[in-house]
C-alpha cells in the first residue's frame, strides 16, 4: 500500500483533485472488485515515455514530462490547503502545449520566449532525451457509485500495482474521498500502511540505479511514484 496522493488536473480549463492510493493486488482481487459490484470499463495497453535533461533537472525537482499515445503531459508538484498533509503528494497535471512550455522553461531556468511549434522542437532546445520507456497493460474498473475507480496495471518489465482513486472538484471534498478511497481498500484486504513503490521507482531502480539513487538522496522519491 502506497501513501493517498492528491492531484490537481488542471488541463483544459477543468480543475480536478484525484485521491487516490496505491496496492499490491493478488490474483484474488479482480474477484473481490466483482463481488463488490464492480465493472470492468476498459482494458487498455499503451507505452509511456518520460523526459529529462541529462543531468536530471526535471526530476530532481520532482518534474515528470510524460509522452503516451494520447499526448503529452507534464506532472509538476503543488501544495494544497487545508492541512491534509502526512504521507500525501500532490501533483498539477498539465497537458495544454503552451502551458507544458510554460513550466518546463521555468523549472530548466529558461526564458520563456521560445515558442517551439512542437514537443519534438521544444525537445531539443531544452536538452530533453528519453529516460524510461514501458508498456502497461491496464485493467479499469468502476465502483456502482461511479465515484470511486479501481486501475490494476501490469508492466512490461514484470511489475504489477493497483491503484484505488476518487476524483473531486474541491479541497474540501478531499477527505470524504480519502475515507471512501479508504474503505474500498479495507474491503480488498489493503491493510499495511507501508508505501509501495511506483512504476516509475521500480523502473529507475530496476534499469536506472544511478538516477533512482540520485533521487532518493533528493527526497523526491518516497517511493510512491
Not at 15 to 23: D, N, Q
Not at 122 to 140: I, K, M
Not at 159 to 169: H, S, W, Y
Request: glycine letters at 8%; charged letters at 25%.
Amino acid at each position: 500500500m502506497t501513501a493517498n496522493c492528491f492531484r490537481d488536473s488542471s488541463t483544459m480549463g477543468s480543475e480536478a483533485l484525484e485521491v487516490e492510493r496505491k496496492f499490491v493486488f493478488g490474483p484474488e482481487t479482480e474477484a473481490q472488485l466483482l463481488a463488490l459490484g464492480a465493472s470492468l470499463t476498459r482494458r487498455h495497453v499503451f507505452r509511456d515515455t518520460y523526459y529529462d535533461t541529462a543531468c536530471h533537472a526535471l526530476t530532481l525537482q520532482d518534474h515528470w514530462l510524460r509522452q503516451r499515445e494520447e499526448g503529452w503531459e507534464l506532472k509538476r508538484p503543488v501544495s494544497l490547503t487545508g492541512g491534509h498533509g502526512g504521507s500525501a503528494t500532490q501533483y498539477c497535471e498539465v497537458t495544454e502545449h503552451a502551458a507544458i512550455v510554460s513550466h518546463l522553461c521555468q523549472a530548466l531556468g529558461v526564458a520563456p520566449m521560445i515558442s517551439p511549434s512542437s514537443m519534438d522542437e521544444l525537445l531539443g532546445l531544452l536538452g530533453l532525451e528519453a529516460f524510461a520507456t514501458y508498456v502497461t497493460d491496464r485493467r479499469s474498473y468502476a465502483l456502482p457509485s461511479g465515484q470511486v475507480h479501481v486501475d490494476l496495471d501490469e508492466a512490461d518489465f514484470d511489475f504489477a500495482i493497483g491503484e484505488v482513486e476518487v476524483v473531486v472538484d474541491a479541497a474540501d471534498r478531499v477527505e470524504e474521498a480519502l475515507k471512501k478511497v479508504n474503505q474500498l481498500c479495507t474491503k480488498l484486504g489493503v491493510t499495511d500502511s507501508r508505501r509501495v513503490p511506483g512504476k516509475m521507482s521500480a523502473y529507475l531502480q530496476r534499469f536506472r540505479p544511478a538516477h533512482y539513487q540520485r533521487l532518493l538522496e533528493a527526497g523526491v522519491l518516497g517511493g510512491a511514484r
